[in-house]
């Protein structure tokens, strides 16, 4: 699965433009590891160095950097990759369904 298409590319904010609006902040993207618990809502997108500002969600829910290198190669227990969720539609962050508000 290709993780970043060109239309992905398109919408999804430079980083930093979203700064300051906290859970008002829209995430674009959505990725997740089937086979185990970890989820990446990209809020913003840096094409040229391929890094991602949003919320990550593991062990808690944190906002912060990933990138997508690391999401290429990443996987989980089961050594499933991770995916991007088709039907994931944009929401603002504080309307996401989180299992950890921020620890």
Known sequence: MK??????????PA??????KGDDA???VKFFTPDAH???Y????NPDT???????EGDVSELGYFSL???????????LPV???IHFKPTRIGDLPLRRRFA
């Open 69 to 79: 290198k690391g999401l290429e190669i990443a996987s989980g227990p089961l050594g």
């Open 42 to 45: 990209a809020t913003e997108f």
């Open 26 to 28: 829209i995430a674009h």
């Open 83 to 85: 995916e991007r969720d």
């Open 50 to 56: 391929g890094e991602f500002f949003g919320m990550v």
């Open 38 to 40: 970890f989820t990446w």
């Open 15 to 20: 980083l930093y433009a979203q700064d300051g």
């Open 3 to 12: 993780l970043l298409t060109e239309q992905i590319k398109k919408q999804i």
